[in-house]
């Protein structure tokens, strides 16, 4: 391409006209020098697509990040909530609580498994063996706090969390 190509472009430009061999030899060279010329410019122009290529990527890439790092929290939270232990639960309901306040994606699907969690483990009137008969006033019950504290940590968490809503 750098060999033949310049001396036709420049015959052809010439077109027959009589030129001394140092001038057809210059009208070459400079052909030879445009050629390279667009060739490198080809070169910078598809470095730089490359580039802007590889830079969405990398942004696409970043943007996935943060999102599998709050599904597996809010994973790795909900499975807390079945557990047998209280404090498990409680750490549960407190990872499920943050993630909330930091991603208002999540809330209202936080804000659902809360209460549904409150359903299924806050009956009334209490069951359980140190549960008051149901004809105990109210007011003689122990406090949420005190007999189920997993329960306290929810509607709190709701209580705050539906405050944020839109």
Known sequence: MFVVLPGAVADHDLAGASVTAPDRLKAVNDVRTTLLQMVGGLVVLFGAYATWRQLRVSQDGLR???????????????????????????????????????????????????????????????????????????????????????????LTALGVLCQHRE
């Open 64 to 154: 996935a990040t943060p999102e599998g790092y709050v599904t597996d929290r809010f994973s790795r939270a909900v499975d807390q909530l079945g557990s047998e232990k209280l404090d498990v639960r409680i750490g549960g309901l407190h990872a499920l609580w943050r993630i909330a306040e930091q991603s208002t994606r999540d809330r209202e699907a936080i804000i659902s498994i809360l209460a549904a969690y409150l359903r299924t483990h806050l009956s009334w009137p209490p069951a359980g063996p140190q549960s008051p008969a149901a004809d105990v006033p109210i007011n003689d019950i122990a406090p949420l706090g005190t007999r189920a504290a997993d329960a306290q940590v929810a």
